[in-house]
T-cell receptor
Framework: GNSVTQMEGPVTLSEEAFLTINCTYT??????LFWYVQYPGEGLQLLLK?????DKGSNKGFEATYRKETTSFHLEKGSVQVSDSAVYFC???????????FGGGTRLMVKP | DTGVSQDPRHKITKRGQNVTFRCDPI?????LYWYRQTLGQGPEFLTY????????KSRLLSDRFSAERPKGSFSTLEIQRTEQGDSAMYLC??????????????FGEGSWLTVV
């Protein structure tokens, strides 16, 4: 079956530091890949997505590249802000887009 | 606000009681999903509808859980004879087929259930 593995948190960074959150996946066929962000007490917000190999998704300074050869979709941001503090979830959907499979989430804490 | 709407946002109930959550998807989204998220974990798929048809159910959806989408618009998720293990956030999401043929799934704010 499909599965997603993320690096465990919390990840604690100072403001303006570089961020990488690792995500690898196992899937059959050609899944789409997503990053969602969840702020305390709220639902999930779509951050970015990529639908095929070598696609780069980007939004709000975050980016991730769909690497089929390494089955990875690592999230990066060049300079984090305190407001980026949240839990980040990597996810994939099957080729038909019927459902999402999520990783366990990575908590990011950014200190001023 | 044209996002996915869920009601109630918070529910505290006694063990053994029934609870019902409602979800209003983004208009014109033909797919509607229910997920469950426990503290510190990622969301887990429960079930999804395409229009009014319930096309897939997870093994997590025991016979105490029932979901409906009678007119292909809003949906309800009912939990009967609640147990403490049902305490979680219940997330609703919706999607429509995009121009590239895939689905991008948008989530609501979630409904928190606490069973005491």
């Amino acid at each position: 079956g499909n599965s997603v593995t993320q690096m465990e948190g919390p990840v604690t960074l100072s403001e303006e530091a570089f961020l990488t959150i690792n995500c690898t996946y196992t899937a059959t066929g050609y899944p789409s890949l997503f990053w969602y962000v969840q702020y305390p007490g709220e639902g999930l917000q779509l951050l970015l997505k990529a639908t095929k190999a070598d696609d780069k998704g980007s939004n709000k300074g975050f980016e991730a590249t769909y690497r089929k050869e390494t089955t990875s979709f690592h999230l990066e941001k060049g300079s984090v802000q305190v407001s980026d503090s949240a839990v980040y979830f990597c996810a994939l959907s099957d080729q038909a887009g019927n459902m999402l499979t999520f990783g366990g989430g990575t908590r990011l804490m950014v200190k001023p | 606000d044209t996002g996915v709407s869920q009601d109630p946002r918070h529910k505290i109930t006694k063990r053994g009681q029934n609870v019902t959550f409602r979800c209003d998807p983004i208009s014109e989204h033909n797919r509607l999903y229910w997920y469950r998220q426990t503290l510190g974990q990622g969301p887990e798929f429960l079930t999804y509808f395409q229009n009014e048809a319930q096309l897939e159910k997870s093994r997590l959806l025991s016979d105490r859980f029932s979901a409906e989408r009678p007119k292909g618009s809003f949906s309800t998720l009912e939990i009967q004879r609640t147990e403490q293990g049902d305490s979680a956030m219940y997330l609703c999401a919706s999607s429509a087929r995009g121009t590239g043929g895939g689905h991008t799934i948008y989530f609501g704010e979630g409904s928190w259930l606490t069973v005491v």
